[in-house]
T-cell receptor, first 112, second 113 residues
Framework: GESVGLHLPTLSVQEGDNSIINCAYS??????FIWYKQESGKGPQFIID?????DKRQGQRVTVLLNKTVKHLSLQIAATQPGDSAVYFC???????????FGPGTRLSVLP | ETGVTQSPTHLIKTRGQQVTLRCSSQ?????VSWYQQALGQGPQFIFQ???????GRGNFPPRFSGLQFPNYSSELNVNALELDDSALYLC????????????FGPGTRLTVL
């Protein structure tokens, strides 16, 4: 069945360093992926998305890479800041294009 | 902040009781999706409402039900509460069925004792 998972449950980085958060997905038919950021006490917030016809997409300080061959997704955050501390989820669109399947999340902690 | 609001913010119930959670969608959004997020896990899709009709359901039992009103606000009802129903319940609104751009509310934290 469909499943989305993350390699690391927690990640600690020094302020100013780059962060890389990884995600593995199992459904090769998924064609749309989103990274969400969830801060404490808030709902998930859209960060960046990518469709399966692309392998890289850049936003402001964030880059998403998609490797369809190994079904792997990553989120790169440049010059990580304290405000980036949160839980990050990858989510894939299911076969019916109706709802997203979320991974378990990675907690990013930014050290001063 | 998104324009999606949820009430109440916290709720404590006992096993066997019933609960109703509410969601007001962002202006102009006619699609509402509900998710359950257990502690330390990602959100799981419960169901979606579009123009007052259920439009898709995840792997949740029938005691999870919902409504959408003409103003596109929505309710999630859970009957016969179980301990495992303790979770953060999120609603997300979007335009015209597409969930590609969905905006989440802050959630309702439900504790079942």
């Amino acid at each position: 069945g469909e499943s989305v998972g993350l390699h690391l449950p927690t990640l600690s980085v020094q302020e100013g360093d780059n962060s890389i958060i990884n995600c593995a997905y199992s459904n090769s038919a998924s064609d749309y992926f989103i990274w969400y950021k969830q801060e404490s006490g808030k709902g998930p917030q859209f960060i960046i998305d990518i469709r399966s016809n692309m392998d890289k997409r850049q936003g402001q300080r964030v880059t998403v890479l998609l490797n369809k061959t190994v079904k792997h997704l990553s989120l790169q955050i440049a010059a990580t800041q304290p405000g980036d501390s949160a839980v990050y989820f990858c989510a894939e669109k299911d076969n019916y294009g109706q709802n997203f399947v979320f991974g378990p999340g990675t907690r990013l902690s930014v050290l001063p | 902040e998104t324009g999606v609001t949820q009430s109440p913010t916290h709720l404590i119930k006992t096993r066997g009781q019933q609960v109703t959670l509410r969601c007001s969608s962002q202006s102009g959004h006619n699609t509402v999706s509900w998710y359950q997020q257990a502690l330390g896990q990602g959100p799981q899709f419960i169901f979606q409402y579009y123009r007052e009709e259920e439009n898709g359901r995840g792997n949740f039992p029938p005691r999870f039900s919902g409504l959408q009103f003409p103003n596109y606000s929505s309710e999630l009802n859970v009957n016969a509460l179980e301990l495992d129903d303790s979770a953060l319940y999120l609603c997300a609104s979007s335009e015209e069925l597409t969930t590609d751009t969905q905006y989440f509310g802050p959630g309702t934290r439900l504790t079942v004792l």
